[in-house]
């Protein structure tokens, strides 16, 4: 049996009804309830089955279209890769916000403090909040920056561009002027290129 398969189903025999479990292409991915994020991934450090000690990445993920079709279900996920030293085994950890309008999931910073700018950053560019973050500020976008960039709907020219005035002496914010348009490139090809 694989390294995969026998953490799945050590996920699957440890946690029950409370996750579900997936292998695929040699990955193990498993999915949480809200209310048991925090309880699940604290095993997932502490029990000497699992000991996923290194937290190594977390990305927000926007769910408003999902291959090529509208999502049924809560819009806001984030994924959490975690890493065990001892067992040479990864493990993706997906948890989803319930609430689309107002998206917010406990914070992992007690268990594993490298989620600190992971978070800073999932709450910068989608707009997931992380109850009991200390710190929880924009880390790549400006401070009077409007709206979260990587969300589904929104716009690719951005809601506010700036500018320096010359006579203010500083930078202003103004409404985007770019107008959008939609370029359709032509090709040139010799007859019969590609044998076509």
Do not use: C
Request: aromatic share 12%; hydrophobic share 40%.
């Amino acid at each position: 049996m694989k390294r995969t398969e026998a953490l799945a189903q050590r996920l699957r025999n440890r946690f029950g009804d409370q996750v579900v479990v997936q292998e695929h292409h040699g990955e193990v991915t498993m999915t949480v309830d809200k209310e048991n994020y925090l309880a699940i991934a604290q095993t997932l450090r502490d029990d000497s089955d699992f000991a996923f000690e290194q937290l190594i990445d977390l990305s927000g993920i926007d769910y408003a279209t999902y291959a090529n079709r509208p999502w049924v279900g809560p819009r806001f996920a984030v994924a959490v890769h975690l890493l065990s030293l001892t067992h040479n085994v990864r493990l993706r950890l997906k948890t989803f916000a319930v609430d689309d309008d107002w998206p917010t999931l406990p914070s992992l910073i007690e268990i594993w403090p490298s989620v600190d700018w992971y978070e800073r950053e999932a709450f910068d560019l989608f707009g997931i909040l992380f109850e009991g973050h200390p710190d929880l500020r924009r880390i790549l976008t400006d401070y009077g920056f409007v709206g979260h960039p990587l969300r589904k709907d929104f716009p690719v020219t951005g809601h506010v561009e700036m500018r320096y005035d010359p006579e203010k002496g500083r930078v202003v914010y103004q409404p985007v002027t770019i107008e959008p348009r939609e370029n359709t490139p032509r090709i040139v090809r010799e007859a019969n290129y590609g044998d076509v």
